[in-house]
């Protein structure tokens, strides 16, 4: 059973969704642009009960607080530590995914020893992202068109016969026909029209400014790199960047036949990546870690 919590931080009031027993393996899962946590509902759905899976509203998504600033990379980093402080989690597994994989680098640079493993899900590179001014004014116009929005929210998901106007159709890889049904994929574009208005060109202008891959070196613990070869926005070469800048990285996994959102398209797949990662034994990691000390 998927709970729903709103808890206040020191910085602002922050929506999550959980899973899981309360004492179990603590993961904290965070969304891309233009999502919510109800992107990982059909992820949890395959965790075991043994993993407490935590997914949070983003700043200015979901029922989180939408202020009208706060949104660069740092910030957001900021937000994370200020939620895992409340939620008094010391060690956990971070899963981050697609623009969000840059805050998860960006809190496990400066909170190394909080967090378990890091494993970066379809993510934007470790260099950032530069969006021409044509795309600033496409992401913009996402605010009023909904249509765009629904196309735009679809591509990603290429693996999908996403028909928003149709009653139902049914998704082979997906582990429960509640998210097979339009009236799921409708509450996902509506999510992403209650963004904060900031936010819709907020995190392409946070990513032009972001860039850490002089510091990548200092990424040491256990982390995983995984893709989805029918992506259409992340191409498998600047996977391998990230890949090969971090020296913790231990594999780029690729998912084949699956695009931009896993945890929708083949939340079962991922989930035996991941689960098969974090369980593993990493103590030769502290080898890696003194290496570059």
């Given at each position: 059973m998927i709970e729903s919590h709103t808890i206040q931080t020191s910085r602002l009031?922050?929506?999550?969704?959980?899973?899981?027993?309360?004492?179990?393996?603590?993961?904290?899962?965070?969304?891309?642009?233009f999502g919510t946590s109800r992107w990982w509902e059909p992820f949890f759905d395959v965790l075991p009960t043994e993993?407490?899976?935590?997914?949070?509203?983003?700043?200015?998504?979901?029922?989180s607080d939408k202020p009208d600033d706060g949104y660069s990379i740092e910030e957001q980093a900021e937000d994370l530590r200020a939620l895992v402080d409340a939620l008094q989690l010391s060690e956990f597994d971070l899963v981050a995914h697609s623009g969000a994989g840059a805050i998860g680098i960006e809190y496990a640079l400066s909170h190394t020893h909080r967090i378990s493993s890091l494993v970066l899900?379809?993510?934007?590179p470790i260099e950032g992202v530069y969006s021409p001014l044509d795309t600033i004014l496409l992401l913009e116009q996402l605010k009023v068109d909904q249509v765009l929005l629904a196309k735009s929210l679809a591509l990603l998901m290429p693996t999908i016969p996403i028909h928003?106007?149709?009653d139902e159709y049914t998704i082979d890889v997906n582990p429960s026909p509640d998210y097979t049904k339009k009236e799921w994929f409708q509450s996902i574009i509506d999510d992403a029209q209650a963004m904060a208005p900031p936010l819709f060109t907020g995190f392409?202008?946070?990513?032009?400014?972001?860039?850490?891959?002089?510091?990548?070196?200092?990424?040491?613990?256990?982390?995983?790199?995984?893709?989805?070869?029918?992506?259409?926005?992340?191409?498998?070469?600047?996977?391998?960047?990230?890949l090969i800048s971090i020296p913790g990285a231990a594999n780029l996994e690729i998912l084949r036949g699956v695009g931009h959102a896993p945890?929708?398209?083949?939340?079962l797949r991922l989930a035996e990546l991941i689960i098969n990662f974090i369980t593993d034994d990493h103590s030769h990691f502290s080898e890696i870690r003194h290496s570059v000390e």
């Open positions: 009031s922050i929506h999550y969704r959980a899973q899981g027993d309360s004492d179990g393996l603590p993961m904290v899962l965070l969304h891309g642009e993993i407490r899976a935590i997914a949070p509203d983003l700043r200015g998504t979901g029922r899900v379809n993510s934007v928003f106007f149709s392409a202008e946070a990513l032009n400014q972001w860039n850490r891959s002089g510091d990548a070196n200092r990424l040491t613990l256990p982390s995983l790199v995984i893709w989805g070869d029918k992506d259409p926005i992340v191409s498998q070469d600047s996977a391998t960047r990230t945890m929708i398209e083949s939340p």
